[in-house]
């Protein structure tokens, strides 16, 4: 019988068996999911408190979370990361597919993830030192586009961890100190590296204070110089700067004691004499041939003969340049 009962879609009076849900009756064929008409008498009924009852899939399409991979609804419990839920099937690495469960993962791509192992693979810069992916790095102005791992950033050479300036060859780093030893021309004189400023002169490099003379130890900075070194470069080649050349090596005229310049000279007696020094001690002009050696010096030929002609004669011993 009715029994005075309403079914709750259509308002009718309710006979013989009916459908209870929430306390509420319903008939057979009136209890339809309130999103897209279905029937409910024989599937699973779902609903929001004081909302219409609703199929299983119509509350997952209206309630549940959508996984932030497949978009489809998450039943259960699923996984909730990155502000969003997943399913547990579609919560995996980006890169490699392997699901991450409840291990440590870290955010790639905007909304997505990788594991542990991608991350330092393919996401985190080279250590340009080491190879492997580095996230905490130091870099350097001149060489861009490298980062290192700070423990890497060492010289190449003494394996000094480097901090301050420092310099690189060929993509190694170097500290100050095994860069110049390795790398920078050593001075002639002191032997120690030069770091700016070398002065390359007899086929040697030099630091400017370090080029001075042989005799002086003046700087020698006139383009002009002279050398100690043998004429066939044997021996350790000096400057000498013009004074001392002159003073020191330059042979001395025997007659008025100035060095002799040019290289030519006349030889009397074992002495090298200047060609103006060499003269007649008559006329005082230079011998430019044969003369006369008597006492007290030489005669040229031209006072000769002018004495011979004047009756005069003349003895000594004739020679000839």
Known sequence: GGGGRVCEGCGKGIAGECLVLSGQQWHHECLRCGNCAAGLADVAIKGKEGGPPLCAGCYADLHLPKCGRCAAPVAGEGVVALEKSWCHGCWACGLCGTLLGTGSFRRHGGDGAVCEGCYAAFVLEKCAGCGLGAEETVTAESMPGKVWHPACFQCSACSEVLEGSFHHRDGSLFCRGCFASHFLPRCARCDEPI?????????????????????????????????????????DARPVCEPCHEAHVLPKCGACGRPIKGGSCAVFKGQRLHKECFCCAECRRPIESSYFQREGGVVCERCVAKATSSGIMVRGVKGSR
Do not use: I
């Not at 370090?210 to 050398?227: D, M, N, S």
């Open 195 to 235: 770091a700016d400023g070398a002065l390359t002169a007899l086929g040697r490099a030099w630091h400017k204070a370090c080029f001075t003379c042989a005799h002086c130890g003046e700087p020698v900075t006139a383009k002009r110089f002279h050398t100690t070194a043998l004429p066939d470069g044997s021996g």
